[in-house]
């Protein structure tokens, strides 16, 4: 098997990664080092939803699937970018955004929806970001897509007091991935999208590293 192409869409882990408003922030540093021990070991304290992440069903839904019972076939299969760019912070993407991008999409397709929100991390715009119209997921769910993935903080409004975007996706048992980034980097078709989450068992979510890669 011979990889042409990878393209990194994770953002960096550290004390400064931006979290959900509310969720822990990250608290990382050394237990051990080299000058005083002679081999590192760092401590991590972080949540589920930390950097780029998967929400398992079992996030929205008490009933639903937990992080290491999803299917990695949910999270390893080919990708389409969906262009949303040129959204004002805080505006709604709709069903009129994407419906000429979405129509030949297949069952089993994870869609990727491409914001440009990730060059705002670091700043406060990166927490005013647009959203997902529930629309769209339903439309998508209907084509047998059940996997969504977005460059920015959130796959639903912020600052709302309400989720229908993530309820709609894990009440289908469908998986979402927030916070990537370099998605304007796939320039190639047919990306294979490929975000494994850890085995962190009953959880309901977890941190990715998550790549597009292009195959010779």
Not at 21 to 36: C, R, S
Not at 134 to 162: C, H, R, Y
Not at 177 to 193: K, R, S, T, V, Y
């Amino acid at each position: 098997m011979n990889f042409k192409k990878i393209i990194d869409l994770s953002i960096p882990v550290h004390n400064d990664t931006p979290v959900f408003p509310g969720d822990p922030k990250p608290n990382i540093y050394p237990v051990a080092e080299h000058d005083k021990d002679g081999y590192q070991v760092t401590q991590m304290n972080i949540g589920t939803h930390t950097g780029t992440h998967l929400d398992a069903p079992f996030h929205f839904q008490k009933d639903g699937d937990p992080i290491d019972q999803s299917s990695l076939t949910k999270v390893m299969g080919p990708g389409h970018v969906i262009d949303v760019t040129g959204k004002e912070p805080g505006e709604q993407i709709t069903l009129n955004d994407v419906a000429h991008q979405i129509d030949s999409i297949v069952p089993g397709t994870i869609a990727l929806f491409h914001t440009g929100w990730s060059k705002h991390i670091g700043t406060q715009t990166y927490f005013n970001y647009p959203y997902l119209s529930v629309d769209i997921i339903n439309t998508l769910l209907e084509k047998g897509v059940t996997t969504f993935f977005v460059d920015a903080l959130n796959v639903d409004q912020p600052g709302g007091s309400t989720f229908p975007v993530h309820e709609a996706i894990t009440s289908n048992n469908g998986i979402i991935g927030e916070n990537l980034c370099n998605l304007d980097q796939i320039d190639f078709e047919n990306p294979l999208i490929i975000a494994l989450p850890l085995k962190l068992e009953g959880l309901d979510g977890s941190p990715v590293r998550a790549v597009a890669v292009e195959m010779e």
